[in-house]
């Protein structure tokens, strides 16, 4: 007999965070800026305008039947509005300009005080785009927003080989940078909870083994992104995090932010094999991943459902709390149907008796 949803993806997101039984796994495919191309979009104008982002969205929700919004357009909305040049390509991924660096010395630090909410145009904007999409959708879809934290946005103002020799030579500027971005970040995720973000999805992507030492990770990020987190958590909102580098400490994100989710492309550093993390971390936290992006830009749809049934397995097996989800955001080149795949292997596979 064929399988019959008898839950909107707001319940079943609801019943995954109480506890409750499901009638299928959750899919989180983090669908962004390929949404564009259901609707002919260029890159450029699914960054930076707002109804084309929803109208994008709310078209790709439709078409592939995933569970959660995710509709952060690019990683420049922070230091954009922080003055950070940013280059727009037509049909590729906003990113910072390499030959305009908003920091250029130490005491260009300061700079990031000039900060204004009414210059702010692209933080404003992403809250607008998430309540329309809460006006339009919000009785059934989970909204997710987004922020890069302070050292993310601080990377996209000064070259990172002059980051790094300021995090060992230069730190108090470093920290009085930090601390004020916090403070116009924690009003940022305060407004996107406002405007209809059931939950807030923090980047510490520092906090991984291949980056940098959890003693030196405990000192650069994790208190500005704990303020920023309880700032989600005083709004309403519940607190995910996001982290797509290898040998990331779940442990450390677990203790400082106890988040509901993490998202991960690879296996956390105490942990070798997926049995070892199931173990470790099943009780503590909703695991969301971790499908490789390379496998949904250039697999095919078996291939995909295949992969997601032995996650399915492995992660989601006896009603277990978990997403089936990627690893990182959907490439933005990638084919939908994978996406498709992902939405009917959870229906197939992980459908719960």
Not at 154 to 180: G, N, P, Q, S
């Amino acid at each position: 007999m064929p399988f019959e949803e008898w839950m909107t993806p707001i319940e079943r997101i609801l019943a995954i965070l109480s506890g409750q039984k499901t009638d299928r796994v959750p899919v989180m495919p983090e669908i962004g800026a390929v949404s564009r191309h259901l609707l002919g979009v260029t890159y450029r104008e699914y960054s930076q305008d707002v109804n084309a982002l929803v109208k994008c969205q709310l078209e790709a929700q439709e078409f592939i039947g995933h569970d959660l919004l995710l509709p952060h357009p690019d990683l420049c909305i922070e230091s954009a509005d922080f003055g950070g040049a940013t280059i727009f390509p037509l049909n590729d991924t906003p990113h910072a300009n390499p030959d305009k660096w908003l920091i250029k010395d130490l005491k260009n630090y300061k700079i990031v005080k000039k900060f204004s909410w009414d210059k702010a145009k692209r933080m404003k904007n992403f809250c607008t785009a998430i309540r329309k999409l809460f006006e339009a959708r919000g009785d059934t879809l989970p909204i997710v927003g987004w922020t890069v934290g302070p050292m993310g946005t601080l990377i996209r103002l000064r070259r990172t080989d002059e980051l790094v020799r300021d995090w060992v030579y230069h730190k108090e500027e470093l920290h009085e940078a930090l601390d004020f971005i916090t403070d116009v970040l924690c009003e940022y995720v305060h407004m996107q909870v406002e405007a209809g973000a059931m939950s807030v999805s923090i980047v510490p992507v520092l906090a991984e083994k291949e980056i940098m030492s959890r003693k030196m990770w405990e000192e650069l990020d994790a208190p500005y992104q704990k303020r920023i987190t309880n700032a989600i958590e005083k709004a309403g909102g519940f607190v995910i995090c996001h982290t797509c580098g290898r040998g990331p400490y779940f442990d450390e994100l677990i203790k400082w932010f106890h988040p509901i989710a993490i998202q991960s492309a690879f296996l956390p550093d105490d942990c070798k094999s997926e049995v070892e993390l199931v173990k470790k971390y099943g009780k503590e936290t909703i695991f969301m991943g971790y499908l490789d992006t390379t496998l949904l830009g250039y697999g095919t749809p078996r291939q995909v459902m295949a992969e997601c049934k032995r996650e399915i397995e492995v992660f989601g097996g006896a009603g277990r709390k978990y997403v089936l989800g990627s690893g990182c955001e959907y490439p933005s080149w990638a084919p939908l149907y994978n996406a498709i795949a992902m939405v009917k292997a959870a229906r197939t596979y992980g459908a719960y008796e």
